[in-house]
């Protein structure tokens, strides 16, 4: 069936403080025994009790990158206590393997047929457990969003799209993110930052969408360095996580070229790049590529973070990347540069490129990320 063009409808717990309002959600939705995903530096940072949740099963093995090795762990942890519900504590990685978690509770193996390459939006039919997003980046957007990303074991970074994936509620705690370093609030901000933009220049018409993502962009724009420099400013943490929220309720539009070249290489398995660092990377590089293909788009968001004109955008994002001390090529984050070729004809193919101001061939994707090592 063909999709909606604008869908919204998600219940958006969001302030300081909102992270207690967890046990009364779980009980709303009659979850008796969630599984909490979520890594081991949260639990040392006592997030779970933040939560209310000190006694609940918790998975705490999620990866920067999650595997299906990764997804198989979790869904027998989750199975062996016999838990009904899903409590996602992270960043992108866990809210994501928690979403195909709960796929796997509901539907049948093998993972792959489910992936959006495979058509596998079709398949995902079941209703699945209970899912409480409680984001502690301010990046991925992934709980408002109804996609999901895993490396499968054929190597391959592939997305999984489908309504039922979307979280029963977000909830969004600044005060949550206080703890990021900076480095990472960095890196997870880009992210946010370049699904607003990429999502007000996917062709896809939204205005809806549009209007959110110009919104965020502008906000995670002001609020970035402040965040950076001084990571107790709770009023930037806020705006950044507002950013982080914006992208993925307008990511409905789809993204773009960043995320297409970025998707193969966080799949490199001995690496482990993180998504927001190579996509903060890529984006000066992109943009430029999209010129010609989105000049009014790029001129609004110009007027938004109050540039002189659309083509200075690029260049404005390359400044922000130095000022954040993130990488700038990919030589930096030791990527070997014969590993890039093969890439190409993934990142081509990837299900970001269809929304892509400018068409991503395997010709344009190789020369991009020569561009960019
Ligand atoms: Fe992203």
Known sequence: MRAPDIAYLTDIHFGVGVAAVVPELLERFGVARPLVVTDASLIELGMPQRLGLAGAEAFAGTETNP????????LAHYRSAACDG??????????????????????????????????GTARIVAPLPPLVAVPTTAGSGSEVGRAALLRLDSG???????????????VCDPSLTLSLPPRLTAATGMDAISHCVEAYCSPRVNPVADAIALDGLHRGW????????????????????????????????????????????GALPDLAL???????????????????????ALDAMARALGLASGAAVADAFERLLAELGLPRRLRELGVP?????????????????????RALDEGAARRLYAEAW
Do not use: W
Not at 156 to 170: D, E, I, N, T, V
Not at 233 to 253: E, H, T, V, W
Not at 274 to 296: S, Y
Not at 350 to 356: K, L, V
């Open 337 to 357: 540069r014969e590993a890039l070729a093969p890439l190409a004809p993934l990142a081509a193919e990837d299900h970001c490129s269809a929304t892509n101001p």
């Open 86 to 119: 899903l409590v996602a504590l992270g960043g992108g990685a866990p809210l994501d393997l928690a979403k195909l978690v709960g796929m796997m509770v509901a539907h049948a193996p093998a993972l792959e047929q489910y992936a959006i390459l495979r058509g």
């Open 156 to 170: 391959r970074k592939l997305g999984f799209l489908s309504p039922l994936l979307l979280p029963k509620a977000a």
């Open 274 to 296: 993180h998504h927001g660092t190579l996509n903060a990377l890529f984006l000066p590089f992109v943009l430029r590529f999209n010129q010609e293909a989105c000049g009014p």
């Open 67 to 74: 595997t299906e090795a990764n997804l198989r762990d979790c």
């Open 222 to 265: 002001h609020a970035i360095r402040r965040a950076f420099a001084r990571g107790d400013d709770l009023a930037a943490r806020s705006q950044m996580m507002l950013c982080a929220l914006m992208g993925g309720l307008a990511f409905q539009k789809g993204l773009g070229a960043v995320h297409s070249l970025s998707h193969p290489l």
